[in-house]
């Protein structure tokens, strides 16, 4: 490999900052658009809500719940 030139070695120095700046910017747009949850919860709201909706029904009783109130099963006991 042939020796550079200190000029050579000073102008390959200066465009590795430049490429180095360029990168760390659009490094931390990206990672700004990750850390934003806000964005986030506004492109899935509607997953958001059928999860919502979903973990509502099982916790107010579910499946059970809903045929027994349909089918009238009673409890034993009675």
């Known amino acids: 490999m042939p020796s550079r030139s200190p000029e ?3 102008a390959s120095i200066e465009q590795n900052r430049r490429e180095l700046g360029t990168s ?3 490094l931390r747009d990206e990672v700004g658009q990750l850390t934003d949850w806000r964005a986030q919860l506004r492109r899935n709201e509607k997953n ?3 999860a919502a909706a ?3 029904f099982v916790l107010a009783g579910g499946i059970g719940g809903t045929f027994s109130v349909l089918f009238g099963r009673r409890r034993k006991g009675r």
Do not use: D, H, K, T
């Open 8 to 10: 050579e070695i000073r």
């Open 24 to 26: 760390l910017v659009l």
């Open 48 to 50: 958001l809500q059928v």
């Open 54 to 56: 979903a973990a509502g």
